[in-house]
């Protein structure tokens, strides 16, 4: 077991010296590490000593602690208050793991300084060292293994238990298995029909590793032993087997590497929380997580191909959903100081961030952040220069800190993260428009990308694990034949001196850039390459056009048409929500972009000797053939994704849906209601194609299951739901109710139901019926019309009557036709199962026509 303790000691007296208090620490170390009961009690005052004493006695024999090692987070000669030293206390044995800090209160006594007062403070807990195989190893007849949706069922296998004693925590079952799961929500089993043809998962596996409590365990593990006088253990390769196993699967769930040991050791699971790990005979790795502790409970992952397949939250007993309370902002992050040095071909990143946080709730002892696990921690330190102790979740690249001294709720503080690595930069996937390309596209001459760019998936900083809007400077020196951008204002450039020392000397004469944000950011973004200057306009907003050496002169932009774009925008949305404006013209194998805070970047796809575009014209979201298409979208996220953000990945859409939906506004504005009423067109096929893949709530959900239908729902049918929300409450209301929504949400998460909140306020109308069935179904209108030309002594008129066959929708239905020269249309807005609307006309009617717009999908 391994205890890690840290001492904080405050004086009342000004007569302690760094001496002094060094003494008191050696002898508290030499005490505790023999276990010396008196010597240990000594230092307290005698009205503690009994306690003490007992505490360290009952220390010895619950945990029974092989080796103490005491590390002091800073030097006293650091220049800090002497009265006050923080040590960290190891206690380690073989099978545990615990941090604690105390706070000693000193005073001065005739036989030499004592501790009057003491208290204790746990950071983690207990953490366990687990290993399989342990020794404890057993063949079983049968093991059932179950939970509320799942059941992993074997015969004639192998059990392999963990090596903690006097607890149950892991298990690997290695033999003839089945498995058998559905998902008890009906949406969820729609999604594993459509992923596995089958609405019950019923495989054969060939092993399962699991994570659980003890008490878990107890109630819902069953194992029966087979005869030992039959069957013999495990061979020496299913041995080996085993212990490979555990190795792949133990990092994924419940550990973390610290920073000290730089062993890696795990949490015990709580109540019913469990994870399993199972292989089918297909080679098909599954797992299932089950956790009370997020709003929704169950995650059904295929490993083998990294699908999220279900994310659910079970039904109770009742049948209903089970309520979920959340404890998660323990802390606001105010404001990053970021220093970074890259090296862009070597991939190399230095960096040193000072990071402003505001606790939110009383006595706040670590975050959580999110960095890369390429990039190795070299110290963490608080505004003191204390060392602070960090742990790392290496599979999901969260790194946690844990505080000398706990944070006040409304209390500031800061600290300061030193790291490095060879950081290789993925595709982004936030923000971002993607673009295919022809595979027998033909390039010129070999391109050169000699662009780099450092954005929200690299995890390049430690970052919040959610949305958190914060202000930052960044100061970002990169070699001298580059140049970069990044969020916010470009407030200095200047050059390295060359060192007075050897130290550094290979950063001589590079180039320097500091940014700074006046506006909040969601995160950090910024990009280095040969870019030159082409363009710019003073504003409002100040403009700036930068394209790298190689993009092709005649794909160039011109600056006009980002001020059409952006004055667009303003009139329909509001006022833009940062500072300047950036765009970034880049060479690049992926069309579309990227649109980090207050920058854009745009890709443009090398010259092709083949005539036809080097794009994927099959794509859902191509609209390449509006040259303005792509930097419209990516402007769009500027209001949509960046000035305001979506709570989870329910309501992605408000930032891939609106950003389309804004660029095709554009599009119409520039070419006109011919060209809107076309893309509408096409985004309805797509739509009724896609659909079944799922609703726009599933939001990034959907990209797992078939990209191509997270574009056609996510982008295009959101786009065209929004615009039939547009014609059924009016295009006064709904502007109004955008610019509302985007003025209250301004740099924060919002969800779907604050935007139907806007539009209903603005309208004046209950909407549930209409985000109910275009957001939260898969399915479309089944609509059927009917025509009958009626007349009465009040004149003719034309009867419609419309019945939808399925679930009730809300939408609007147009009819048209000719009055001899006349045309004539008529819109109706459809909101029940059954409707009747009585139509006017004169003469005789002629062309009749039924959603001649094409614009509602579904069947009619």
């Not at 001459?445 to 995890?459: D, F, G, V």
């Not at 745009?602 to 010259?607: A, G, H, K, Q, S």
Request: proline share 5%.
């Amino acid at each position: 077991m391994l205890f890690v303790f840290c001492l904080g000691l405050t004086s009342v007296s000004q007569a302690f010296s760094g001496v002094m208090e060094k003494e008191l620490v050696s002898k508290l170390r030499e005490a505790f590490s023999s276990g010396d009961e008196a010597a240990y009690a000594s230092l307290f005052a005698p009205g503690l000593r009994g306690e003490e004493a007992a505490f360290l006695r009952d220390l010895k024999r619950d945990f029974n602690f092989e080796r103490a090692a005491f590390i002091q987070p800073q030097p006293l000669e650091a220049g800090l208050d002497p009265s006050r030293v923080f040590l960290r206390v190891f206690l380690e044995n073989k099978f545990s793991a615990m941090l604690q800090t105390w706070s000693l209160l000193l005073e001065p006594a005739a036989e030499g300084d004592v501790i009057i007062d003491k208290k204790i403070r746990s950071d983690l807990g207990i953490l366990y060292k687990v290993t399989i195989p342990s020794g404890r190893v057993e063949a079983a007849s049968r093991v059932e293994i179950r939970h509320q949706d799942i059941s992993l069922i074997f015969t004639n296998a192998f059990v392999y238990y963990d090596n903690i004693p006097g607890l149950e925590t892991a298990l690997l079952v290695m033999g003839q298995g089945v498995v058998a799961y559905s998902p008890s929500s009906p949406r969820e089993k729609h999604q594993l029909e459509l992923a596995y043809k089958t609405r019950t998962l019923n495989k054969q596996v060939s092993y399962a590793f699991c994570r659980f409590s003890n008490s878990f365990f107890q109630t819902d593990i069953r194992i029966t032993p087979a005869d030992g006088g039959e069957v013999s253990g495990p061979s020496e390769s299913v041995s080996v087997r085993a212990a490979s196993l555990f190795q792949k699967h133990y990092p994924r769930y419940f550990t973390v590497v610290d920073s000290l040991s730089r062993e890696r050791l795990s949490f015990l699971p709580q109540g019913q929380e469990a994870v399993f790990d199972f292989m089918t005979d297909e080679n098909v790795e599954f797992t299932y997580v089950y956790t009370p502790f997020t709003e929704e409970e169950v995650f059904f992952i295929e490993q083998s191909r990294q699908k999220l397949i279900n994310l659910y939250s079970p039904p109770d007993q009742e049948g209903r959903r089970k309520m979920f309370i959340s404890f998660q902002v323990k802390f606001d992050i105010l404001h990053y100081d970021l220093e970074v040095s890259v090296s862009p071909k070597t991939r190399q990143l230095s960096a040193r961030a000072r990071i402003s946080v505001l606790g939110r709730r009383e006595n706040l002892d670590y975050l959580k952040l999110r960095l890369n696990k390429e990039l190795e921690i070299v110290r963490v330190q608080d505004h003191l220069g204390r060392e602070l102790f960090t742990t790392r979740d290496n599979f999901r690249d969260l790194l946690y800190i844990y505080f000398l001294e706990p944070i006040g709720r409304e209390s500031p503080c800061s600290f300061e993260v030193y790291y490095r690595g060879r950081l290789a930069l993925p595709e982004q996937t936030t923000d971002v428009l993607a673009a295919g390309q022809y595979n027998e596209t033909l390039i010129l001459t070999p391109p050169r990308y000699e662009s780099y760019l450092y954005s929200l998936s690299a995890s390049w900083y430690p970052g919040p694990t959610d949305d958190d809007y914060f202000t930052a400077r960044q100061r970002i020196i990169v070699p001298p034949e580059y140049s970069c951008v990044a969020n916010g204002l470009l407030t200095e450039r200047a050059t390295l001196d060359s060192p007075p020392g050897v130290l550094g000397l290979d950063k001589a004469g590079h180039a320097v850039y500091v940014f700074e944000t006046m506006q909040p950011v969601k995160y950090l973004s910024f990009i280095v390459g040969t870019f030159a200057e082409e363009a710019k306009s003073p504003g409002p907003p100040p403009l700036r056009y930068l394209v790298s050496s190689n993009v092709f002169y005649l794909k160039k932009m011109q600056v006009s048409l980002l001020k059409e774009i952006l004055a667009y925008y303003e009139r329909l949305f509001g006022p833009y929500p940062y500072g300047e404006l950036t765009v970034v013209h880049r060479l690049w194998p992926v069309g579309g972009g990227h649109s980090p805070a207050s920058f854009v970047v745009v890709n443009e796809l090398p010259r092709s000797v083949d005539s036809r575009l080097p794009i994927n014209p099959s794509s859902p979201v191509d609209l390449s053939r509006w040259k303005e298409y792509f930097i419209a979208h990516e402007i769009a996220h500027q209001w949509w994704g960046q000035g305001l953000t979506w709570r989870s990945y329910r309501d992605q859409w408000l930032s891939e849906g609106l950003a389309q939906f804004a660029t095709v506004l554009f599009l119409g504005e520039k070419h006109g209601e011919r060209a809107l009423a076309g893309i509408m067109e096409k985004f309805c096929q797509w739509t009724n194609t896609a659909s079944r893949w799922g609703q726009i709530s599933l939001g990034s959900r959907l990209s797992y299951l078939n990209f191509e239908a997270y574009q056609a729902i996510i982008y295009n049918k959101t786009a065209v739901v929004l615009n039939l929300l547009r014609e059924v409450i009016g295009s006064e209301a709904f502007f109004a109710g955008m610019r509302d929504f985007f003025r209250t949400h301004l740099f924060s998460a919002a969800r779907t139901s604050d935007f139907r909140r806007a539009m209903e306020k603005s309208s004046g109308r209950d909407l549930g019926r209409f985000f109910e069935g275009w957001f939260d179904s898969h399915l479309l209108p089944e609509t059927r019309v009917s025509l009958a030309a009626v007349e009465t002594d009040e004149g003719r008129s034309l009867q419609v009557k419309v019945r939808q066959m399925s679930e009730v929708f809300v939408f609007p239905l147009w009819l048209e036709w000719q009055e001899g020269e006349r045309r004539v249309v008529h819109k109706l807005i459809v909101d029940g199962s059954e409707a009747v609307f009585s139509l006017p006309y004169q003469g005789r009617l002629n062309k009749i026509k039924v959603n001649a717009q094409k614009i509602v999908p579904g069947s009619l």
